[in-house]
T-cell receptor
Framework: NAGVTQTPKFQVLKTGQSMTLQCAQDMNHNSMYWYRQDPGMGLRLIYYSASEGTTDKGEVPNGYNVSRLNKREFSLRLESAAPSQTSVYFC????????????????FGPGTRLTVL | GDSVTQMEGPVTLSEEAFLTINCTYTATGYPSLFWYVQYPGEGLQLLLKATKADDKGSNKGFEATYRKETTSFHLEKGSVQVSDSAVYFCALGISGTYKYIFGTGTRLKVLA
């Protein structure tokens, strides 16, 4: 039982390059999330997927796209990377039972440290 | 809108000292409240939670009580250890949604 896995662990991009961050969970959770963590800002929600087949914007979605490929996988794409996207990115999942999802803890992956030059 | 405010760090304590990290929130409805801990180089992991007013969450010697009257969820531990050195995040789950809001985190450093 690996929990939430993320790839890659580290990535360096040049401005304008594109890349996809991969996330997978093996806990049969319904909901999945992408956050970015910046010093002094805590975690900010980029996108989330309440259930398979749905995605919604979070607090800071600009410059990102997501795909909920199936129940297990939720990817985050940067189409044209900018230095402002230098951050640590965390994927998380939760059981997400309808109506009671906010009571459920989130399980986090180990993070991807992205630097955009 | 909904928000979480927690005390700024870093907090530096000697081993066996008493710890309090303050957390207050603003929310409509009836949120659930969480404390997460992040050790260096790792993702966040749940430390404790409370889902309704007056609930006390506890784990590994840490405690926090959901205080609706003061909209607070302060984290306490009676005797900290060096291994407790980490960043602690207060968070709330927005009722009726799938969203969570995290505070900015408080770094704790415990000295032997």
């Amino acid at each position: 039982n690996a929990g939430v896995t993320q790839t890659p662990k580290f990535q360096v991009l040049k401005t304008g390059q594109s890349m996809t961050l991969q996330c997978a969970q093996d806990m049969n959770h319904n909901s999945m999330y992408w956050y970015r963590q910046d010093p002094g800002m805590g975690l900010r929600l980029i996108y989330y997927s309440a259930s398979e087949g749905t995605t919604d914007k979070g607090e800071v979605p600009n410059g990102y796209n997501v795909s909920r490929l199936n129940k297990r996988e939720f990817s985050l794409r940067l189409e044209s990377a900018a230095p402002s996207q230098t951050s640590v990115y965390f994927c998380a999942s939760s059981e997400g039972a309808s109506g009671a999802s906010s009571y459920n803890e989130q399980f986090f992956g180990p993070g991807t440290r992205l630097t955009v030059l | 809108g909904d928000s979480v405010t927690q005390m700024e760090g870093p907090v530096t304590l000697s081993e066996e000292a008493f710890l309090t990290i303050n957390c207050t929130y603003t929310a409509t409805g009836y949120p659930s409240l969480f404390w997460y801990v992040q050790y260096p180089g790792e993702g966040l992991q749940l430390l404790l939670k409370a889902t309704k007013a007056d609930d006390k969450g506890s784990n590994k010697g840490f405690e926090a009580t959901y205080r609706k009257e003061t909209t607070s969820f302060h984290l306490e531990k009676g005797s900290v250890q060096v291994s407790d050195s980490a960043v602690y995040f207060c968070a709330l789950g927005i009722s009726g949604t799938y969203k969570y809001i995290f505070g900015t985190g408080t770094r704790l450093k415990v000295l032997a």
